[in-house]
């Protein structure tokens, strides 16, 4: 790899509190190096689709551009988590849609915008894009964002503990008015297909019961530990379901399912609220927190762990590492392979101690 003169940024996939701190980051730490920085707007879009910005989907990022942004949720360049370049909706001869594969051109823009590497913050969709591009010749680093901490090979996430944090928050502000008015309260996270942000939230705000996709919830035993609770002079539940909760022998609550996007997860909380009140005899009531998760600024963990990972993708460009993420593994970062990070989910492990740590204070998986 010759010297780099110029890189650009991107974010793509859902936002993440700590995306601004990664941005600024990267872009102070390559002028420092005399390498100028680009952000591409909207994950690739602001490449593959110019015309569809005449302002320019490529921005030029001064120190002014990035002052003053670190704590702000959100993030400068936009995101997509919609039209995958590795699988991008396109109408075929018959009329009917399917997914073509056009990272080969997107590797062109690079080459004809003299762009030299790319630094990709994404979750495994949009870093396994990342690694489509560097195994095609772009010099590429990512940078693990995710409020699900579903990525792989790094002890966490940037966004997960603003995401928790949150959380538990909104679980705090839930226990008195449920204990007000004797309710069950059930309480959606988001999370894909992996139970993080709904156990260390759960744990860590003090539900009754926490189902998570890695464990099947039977309904009756969900309702068999809520119905205990009166006998302990406890006349109210807080539930909390992560959107890809599944009960036994049952399927996910898939909202949508779209070419070149993820399926859309949502209605958990309420099919299980239904199932739950004849079950309790208590109104059962649901909460979906949703994007809340998403917003806000990034809790100081969360910006320290994104200003680090910002500054280290840049140190491995100008070391002319390529094709590797960057991972937390305390008390450093360091970088392993984005084939390895992106090669499988990291979901919750069935004997990790935060779950064994629930089951000591009596909370319920349902199993
Ligand atoms: O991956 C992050 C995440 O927030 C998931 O927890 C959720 O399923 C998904 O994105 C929702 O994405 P959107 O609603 O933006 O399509």
Redesign the pocket.
């Known amino acids: 790899m010759g010297k780099i003169k110029k890189i650009a940024i991107n974010t793509g996939?859902?936002?993440?509190p700590g995306l601004n701190a990664v941005i600024r980051a990267v872009v102070v730490s390559a002028l420092n190096r005399g390498i100028e920085c680009f952000g591409i707007r909207d994950g690739y879009n602001g490449l593959m689709k110019p015309e569809d910005y005449p302002e320019g989907g490529l921005i030029l990022l001064t120190r002014a551009a990035v002052r003053g942004i670190t704590h702000l949720g959100g993030t400068i360049l936009g995101t997509t988590?919609k039209g995958n370049p590795a699988k991008y909706p396109t109408m075929g001869p018959d009329g009917k849609m399917y997914e073509k594969d056009r990272t080969g051109e997107l590797v062109e823009c690079f080459r004809k915008n003299k762009i030299d590497a790319l630094v990709a913050v994404g979750?495994d969709g949009s870093l396994g894009i990342a690694n489509i591009l560097s195994e095609k010749g772009l010099p590429t680093i990512g940078v693990p964002k995710?409020?699900?901490n579903?990525l792989d090979k790094t002890v966490v996430t940037f966004?997960f503990d603003t995401?928790v944090s949150f959380a538990t928050e909104c679980l705090d502000r839930l226990h008195s008015t449920a204990d007000a008015h004797r309710r069950v309260m059930v309480v959606e996270?988001?999370?894909?297909y992996a139970g993080w942000?709904a156990l260390n939230a759960g744990v860590s705000g003090n539900a009754d019961a926490i189902l998570i996709p890695e464990i099947p919830y039977d309904i009756n035993k969900v309702a068999a530990a809520l119905r205990e609770r009166p006998k302990r002079g406890k006349h109210y539940a807080i539930v909390v379901v992560a959107?890809?909760a599944k009960p036994l022998g049952g399927g996910l609550s898939v909202v949508s399912k779209e070419l070149g996007?993820?399926e859309?997860?949502?209605g958990a909380g309420e099919r299980l609220a239904k199932e739950l009140e004849p079950l309790v005899g208590k109104e059962c009531r649901t909460v979906v927190l949703?994007?809340l998760?998403?917003g806000g600024s990034p809790t100081t963990f969360d910006r320290l762990i994104s200003l680090r990972f910002g500054a280290a993708a840049v140190r491995a460009l100008e070391e002319g590492q390529s094709g590797v993420m960057v991972a937390l593994d305390p008390p450093t970062v360091r970088y392993v392979p984005l084939k390895e990070a992106t090669s499988r989910m990291k979901i919750v492990p069935l004997d990790c101690d935060t779950i064994a740590t629930a089951r000591d204070l009596g909370i319920s998986f349902g199993d």
């Open positions: 996939g859902g936002d993440a988590n979750g995710t409020i699900d579903d966004g995401a996270v988001m999370g894909r942000i959107e890809g996007r993820a859309k997860l949502g949703g994007h998760l998403r």
